[in-house]
């Protein structure tokens, strides 16, 4: 009976020794695109270049008021 009980450590051994290198590869494949973690949107890579568009903006320096 004691000789029974000398083999679950070391089964467990055994399978961390196979299994850690497993798991750590598969925690160290590339994330595919980055999505938002909520609705699974992704963004657009030229998302954020875009330009600040103002509707106020003047160029002839006239105010509204008095045109």
Partial sequence: MLRSNRKIPFLGILSAVFLLP??????????GKAVSPIFGISIPKEYRNWTLIAVSHRTDNKDERFS
């Fill in 22 to 31: 497993a798991l750590l590869a598969i925690a160290a494949e590339p994330a």
